[in-house]
Each structure stands twice: as structure tokens, then as C-alpha cells.
T-cell receptor, first 111, second 112 residues
Framework: GENVGLHLPTLSVQEGDNSIINCAYS??????FIWYKQESGKGPQFIID?????DKRQGQRVTVLLNKTVKHLSLQIAATQPGDSAVYFC??????????FGAGTTVTVRA | DAGVIQSPRHEVTEMGQEVTLRCKLI?????LFWYRQTMMRGLELLIY????????DSGMPEDRFSAKMPNASFSTLKIQPSEPRDSAVYFC??????????FGPGTRLTVL
């Protein structure tokens, strides 16, 4: 499953499929980006980060891709599981320590 | 390792009462952030501290809100007097330098 743009805040994906969550960021000077996962009733949980000197970074079942030319960030989740159901936020640093968060994408995993 | 600790987890109070939210940073972190999350406005940064010094409080809604860091590992966010529109989930997060912020579990505040 894949969503495009900040205006489609939901993504439904079949268990076992790969998920792609997209994010457009605003500040061309941002040099640090983070993906967070927030489950119901919990705080945002760090998933993976990437600096602007890289265009790809991999973690456990997750990959973040950064395209600075079009100011686009994506999070790929391999073999999506029911526990991946959550709201996913991208964040960019906008000023020293400050982060600007996207609106969030709700991912629902279908059994 | 303990993550960011917040207390209380839930707070229900009446309009006009004082509310104090507490946060303990991750050991070794030197930056502290207070956020508010609502359905309408998402995650909003209220204030952040670096090395116990408030750096940017432009997100603090009004004078009813105040935040302190009495030491390097602890912070409070106070609302006095509280109003129903302050109802939200309040998160604190900590980081080391310009690395990723780690969030606490949040305090769900309801002002009646």
C-alpha cells in the first residue's frame, strides 16, 4: 500500500505486504529527518532518522528514503504486521533543536 | 534504560484550578521539549530548554502557562488557572544535542 502527499492521511495495507508512507517537507535547509510511530494512548516512538548527507537508511524492517531535490521523505515497512497499525509522523528539523511534524498518516493493517 | 517519565498520566480538574505536569528526562540528555497534542492542531511545541535554559517559549499559549527546569533532569509545566480549552495530551521529550527526541507517555489533561 502507498499514500501520496500530506492530504491522504490514511493507509490500509494487507498483512504481509510492504507499506510505503510518504511525506513532503517544507524547508530546503532542513538537514535532519525523523520518522515516529504513535500507537493509541502512547507517545510518539522513534523509528528511524536520516541526515541530509544520505539518501537511504535501513533499520529493522524499515527503510527511509530521502529525496532532497523534491523535498520528499518516505518510510517503507517490509512485511507489515498487525502491530504496525499506528499513526506515523515525519519530522524535519527547522531550527537547531526544533522539529516540525507532519500531520501524520494512519496505517491500518488488514488481517 | 528508563525512558522519559511523565506524571500524572491522567489528570481531571475543574476550570480555574492549577495543574502541574511533571517530566523526568532520559539520563544524559540535555534538551527538554514540552508539546501539546489535540485532534484539531496535532503536535504543537510549547517550549524547549537546552542545558536548563529556556530557549524558545513562543509556543506557550498565554501567560497562564509556565515551565521550569529546576535541575538538569526534571521539568514542570504549570497551567494556572486552567480552562476547558487546555484539555489535551501533553508530552515531554528529551534529546542529546541535535539528535532524535524521545517522547514520554504523555499526560491526558481534562479540564471540566
Amino acid at each position: 500500500g502507498e499514500n501520496v502527499g500530506l492530504h491522504l492521511p490514511t493507509l490500509s495495507v494487507q498483512e504481509g505486504d510492504n507499506s510505503i508512507i510518504n511525506c513532503a517537507y517544507s524547508n530546503s535547509a532542513s538537514d535532519y529527518f525523523i520518522w515516529y510511530k504513535q500507537e493509541s494512548g502512547k507517545g510518539p516512538q522513534f523509528i528511524i532518522d536520516i541526515r541530509s548527507n544520505m539518501d537511504k537508511r535501513q533499520g529493522q524492517r524499515v527503510t527511509v528514503l530521502l529525496n532532497k531535490t523534491v523535498k520528499h521523505l518516505s518510510l517503507q515497512i517490509a512485511a507489515t504486521q498487525p502491530g504496525d497499525s499506528a499513526v506515523y509522523f515525519c519530522a524535519e528539523n527547522i531550527d537547531d533543536y526544533k522539529l516540525s511534524f507532519g500531520a501524520g498518516t494512519t496505517v491500518t493493517v488488514r488481517a | 534504560d528508563a525512558g522519559v517519565i511523565q506524571s500524572p498520566r491522567h489528570e481531571v480538574t475543574e476550570m480555574g484550578q492549577e495543574v502541574t505536569l511533571r517530566c523526568k528526562l532520559i539520563s544524559g540528555h540535555n534538551s527538554l521539549f514540552w508539546y501539546r497534542q489535540t485532534m484539531m492542531r496535532g503536535l504543537e511545541l510549547l517550549i524547549y530548554f537546552n542545558n536548563n535554559v529556556p530557549i524558545d517559549d513562543s509556543g506557550m499559549p498565554e501567560d497562564r502557562f509556565s515551565a521550569k527546569m529546576p535541575n538538569a533532569s526534571f521539568s514542570t509545566l504549570k497551567i494556572q488557572p486552567s480552562e476547558p480549552r487546555d484539555s489535551a495530551v501533553y508530552f515531554c521529550a528529551s534529546s542529546f544535542a541535535e539528535q532524535a527526541q524521545f517522547f514520554g507517555p504523555g499526560t491526558r489533561l481534562t479540564v471540566l
